[in-house]
């Protein structure tokens, strides 16, 4: 089945979907490894204390009483669940990656700012007629 021809505006507005879900990821990527350091700064804390010692945790909204040989476990479970929930991430955001540089090379797009790198980095022929004004 062909795919129904797209006009620039439907095309552009693809992009801006797909680069609104690649930050989407990278945002909750962000918020992922937020959470990781705490339960690693949380373990760290439980490492020094004795496992019979009284330890509050927060489940579901309710501050429970336990002790740390008690939560320290699950902590690390949930640390390493974050681990990979991370790891997963990163892949998603390599595939969005992948996908949006397909777009752009299937649609000949260009970036604002792309094409300015592009032409600092080649050397610069002077010319003496007017080449217009760019605004």
Known sequence: MAQPQLNQNQIIAMFKQMRAEQNSIVSRMNEVEVE????NLV???MDKLEGSRKCYR???GVLVERTVAEVAPAVQRNRDGLLEVTKSMEAQLQQKGKEINDFVVKYNIKIQG???KDEEDKPQKKTT???GVLV
């Open 43 to 45: 373990l760290l804390a």
């Open 58 to 60: 927060l489940v579901g």
């Open 36 to 39: 990781t350091n705490e339960h």
């Open 129 to 131: 007629a007017s080449s």
């Open 114 to 116: 792309q094409n300015d």
